[in-house]
């Protein structure tokens, strides 16, 4: 007899715990720059910033194979069943999140380009390729996009998380123990 899983395939639950680890460091490494404009070393803020990058591409990357995955997989129901607002609610944040996961890093991406800078890679010293030529018009509005829609993110996530402890704690269904 088929016995449908209780909770997300483990690829997907590794890429949702692994994406929370690159969001969180990429975050805790935005302040690599304020190190490095309030005199610390410049040499330890460049390769700090260069850290940020590499959680931020992590983001990125861990994305791709994701939204496959998702596509494919089949989502174990959660019990009992949440009513129809509070299924549109999670799948409206689900939305927002994965639009932020591939704009903010993507728009960091796109900023070093316009700045003229490259995108090196901490620790090994790769060097990827610029996504766009430099720009200084273009390098503002991307830097100033970057930097807001990196700070909203934190809005959905507070949300998210909020969510995920309050279908745990208080309507007590399973829905957080599907991802764990
Ligand atoms: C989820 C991933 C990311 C998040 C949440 C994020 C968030 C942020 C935030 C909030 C800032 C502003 C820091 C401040 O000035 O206080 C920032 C700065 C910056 N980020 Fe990211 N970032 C991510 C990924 C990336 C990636 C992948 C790159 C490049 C490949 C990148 C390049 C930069 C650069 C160059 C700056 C400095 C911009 C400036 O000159 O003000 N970021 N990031
Ligand atoms: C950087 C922080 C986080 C991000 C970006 C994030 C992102 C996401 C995304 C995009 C989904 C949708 C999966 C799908 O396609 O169905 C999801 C699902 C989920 N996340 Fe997170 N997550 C974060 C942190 C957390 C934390 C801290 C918890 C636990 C307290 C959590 C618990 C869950 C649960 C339980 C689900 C399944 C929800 C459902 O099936 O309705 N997440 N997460």
């Known amino acids: 007899m ?95 999140l994965y639009a932020f ?9 796109l900023q070093l380009g316009y700045a003229g800078e490259p995108l090196t890679l901490p620790w090994l010293g790769w060097q990827l390729p610029a996504l766009a030529q430099p720009n200084p018009q273009a390098n503002e509005l991307a830097e100033e996009l970057h930097e807001v829609l990196g700070n909203v993110l934190y809005g959905p996530i507070a949300l998210h998380v909020v969510a995920a402890l309050w279908h745990h704690a208080v309507r007590r269904d399973n829905t957080l123990k599907r991802m764990l």
């Open 2 to 96: 088929f016995i449908p899983s209780t909770r997300y395939p483990l690829s997907l639950r590794v890429i949702h715990w692994l994406t929370v680890i690159a969001v969180v460091a990429a975050a805790i490494l935005t302040g690599a720059e304020e190190h490095e404009d309030d005199g610390g070393s410049v040499v330890s803020g460049i390769s700090a910033m260069q850290w940020h990058y590499a959680a931020g591409l992590a983001v990125l990357l861990l994305l791709i194979p994701r939204i496959v995955l998702r596509i494919r997989a089949r989502v174990p129901p959660i019990i009992p069943t949440p009513d129809r607002f509070t299924a549109l609610t999670a799948r409206l944040v689900h939305v927002t």
């Open 101 to 109: 996961l591939l704009a903010v890093p993507l728009l960091g991406w």
